[in-house]
């Protein structure tokens, strides 16, 4: 071939590639511009990492810990389940989605559970405190009676997913209302005891508290029994936190005795990094405006950026930004996208589950929200908008996993996960699992593994190695 025919040839591939590449990529470049900013660098990232060990240090600092907005709660639990709990245990599981008690049957390699969900109305969630534990001893009650488990009193893990200051393994103070709740006269109290006094006000039923914890504890926990491995537990449901073992020497707050095992879980509560303004970095006009008209403003800023009570809302301020300005639907995209708390984070998954190319699931969603007849380009674009919502809640989540692998410096660590938005997510795993890989220090291994029902199971598993170790002391 000639030297003019090579460059006629190499002209030629170019303009076919580019036809190629502007008839796959049907969203605009506009659209692109406007959803930069949720895209964030490994650079980015890895700055949050940094920031998020100097907020979790600041937690665990005796000096820092009163204005650190990470707080790294000790959660009291030293000895993770070796297997060998066995016997009868309650649990109660409050803060997640659902209010629920549950009956197990512990034995080596047996786990048997029952459980009950119970509905918790919106007006008992702002209503007084003592309401609330009432309600809770009512159905406690309820459950006991249908099984026949109200004669003797047996040991329970109290589930309650909410921040709490612990001063034992069977007294917490709620340090703040999130996820919805807010019932006066619970602050600064210790929920034990109101669940105790409460119980004790209705007399007919006799339990044994062994211990107070919250989901993620309950999820490293129901992890550890199968995978010894395990030393994190995280949560992306509702709302986002963390747990992880940590040495005490690292704990400055610890008051508790310094024999073995020298560790203890703590509590991170990282859903509210970024309340100091350590994150207004990355932060945008999308989370700024759901902050605003959050029933917490200025509080649990990094849950905000990534949990299921969120990340829909998230996805439909860009939704609705970016057809106002004519960018999406040719300006005029479905009613209740202009309507908050409309666009739930499961449609997010759904549209996300397509195959590349295809646009069942989007369509399916559109038409329940009323949009019929959408485009192709109009289903592109809002795939690419939750998918840019979504990868940047994998990332920064993954950005706090690879944090906390640092900074533990183990070889291999088992990462327990529990929550909707994991579970269901059609990417989310892979897309965390890639991130951490590249933010992690050289030479560590990891693996992100589902621990379903951590906030029941767990409960149980707490109670049962209290009774364990408890048992073995009295010997
Ligand atoms: P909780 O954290 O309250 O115990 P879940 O783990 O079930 O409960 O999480 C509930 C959250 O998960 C809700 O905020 C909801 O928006 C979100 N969610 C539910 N289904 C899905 C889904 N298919 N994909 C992503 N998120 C989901
Ligand atoms: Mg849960």
Redesign the pocket.
């Known amino acids: 071939m000639t030297g003019k025919c090579r460059i006629w040839r190499s002209m030629l591939m170019r303009w076919l590639a580019r036809i190629s590449r502007a008839k796959q990529r049907l969203v605009p470049r506009r659209i692109e511009e406007r959803c930069a900013e949720l895209i964030l660098s490994d650079e980015q990232l890895r700055d949050v990492c940094q920031r998020l060990l100097v907020e979790i240090n600041r937690g665990l600092n005796k000096d820092t810990n009163k204005e650190a907005t990470v707080k790294c709660f000790p959660t009291y639990v030293r000895e993770l389940p070796n297997g060998e709990e066995c016997g009868k245990f309650l649990a109660l599981d409050l803060g997640?989605?659902n209010f629920r008690v549950l009956l197990i049957d512990l034995g080596p390699h047996i786990f048997h559970m029952e459980s009950k969900i119970f509905a918790v109305p919106q007006s008992v969630m702002l209503g007084p405190g003592t309401g609330l534990f009432d309600h809770i001893a009512e159905c406690l009650a309820t459950f006991m009676h249908e099984h026949m488990v109200d004669v003797s009193p047996l040991p329970l893990g109290f589930t309650f997913s909410f921040p709490c200051s612990q001063e034992g393994l069977t007294k917490a103070r709620l340090a703040t209302w999130t996820k919805g709740f807010k019932c006066s006269g619970v602050e600064g109290e210790d929920v034990v005891r109101l669940l105790q006094e409460a119980i004790a006000r209705r007399g007919d039923i006799k339990i044994d508290v062994m211990a107070v914890l919250n989901?993620t504890t309950g999820t490293l926990m129901a992890c550890a029994w199968k995978n010894q491995a395990c030393r994190i537990g995280l949560?992306l449901?509702?709302?986002i936190n963390a747990c992880y073992v940590e040495r005490l020497e690292n704990v400055q707050l610890w008051d508790g005795d310094y024999e073995e095992p020298n560790q203890v879980v703590i509590n991170t509560e990282l859903g509210a990094f970024g309340d100091n303004g350590t994150l207004e970095f990355i932060r945008t006009e999308y989370d700024r405006t759901i902050d605003q008209h959050s029933l917490n403003p200025g509080r649990q800023l990094f849950e905000k950026m990534i949990s299921?009570?969120y990340m829909?809302e998230v996805t439909r301020l860009v939704l609705a930004q970016l057809t106002r300005e004519g960018l999406l639907f040719d300006g005029m995209g479905p009613e209740v996208l202009f309507e908050p708390g409309q666009f739930?984070?499961?449609y997010?998954?759904e549209i996300e589950s397509d195959k590349k190319g295809e646009y069942t699931c989007c369509r399916q969603v559109l038409e329940e929200l009323g949009y019929e007849d959408a485009s192709d380009e109009d289903c592109a674009n809002v795939r690419y908008i939750c998918e840019a919502v979504s990868r940047r809640a994998a990332h920064i989540a993954a950005a706090a996993v690879a944090c906390l692998l640092n900074k533990m410096g183990q070889k291999h660590v088992t990462v327990a996960v529990?929550?909707?938005?994991y579970r269901?997510?059609p990417h989310f795993h892979d897309l965390m699992v890639e991130k951490i890989r590249q933010l992690i220090n050289p030479g560590l291994t990891f693996d992100l593994m589902l621990s379903e029902d951590g906030?029941g199971r767990g409960a149980a598993l707490v109670a049962a190695v209290a009774v364990r170790i408890g048992s073995l002391a009295a010997r």
């Open positions: 997640g989605t989901d949560i449901g509702t709302g299921g009570m829909g739930f984070t499961k997010v998954s529990d929550g909707s938005l269901f997510h906030s």
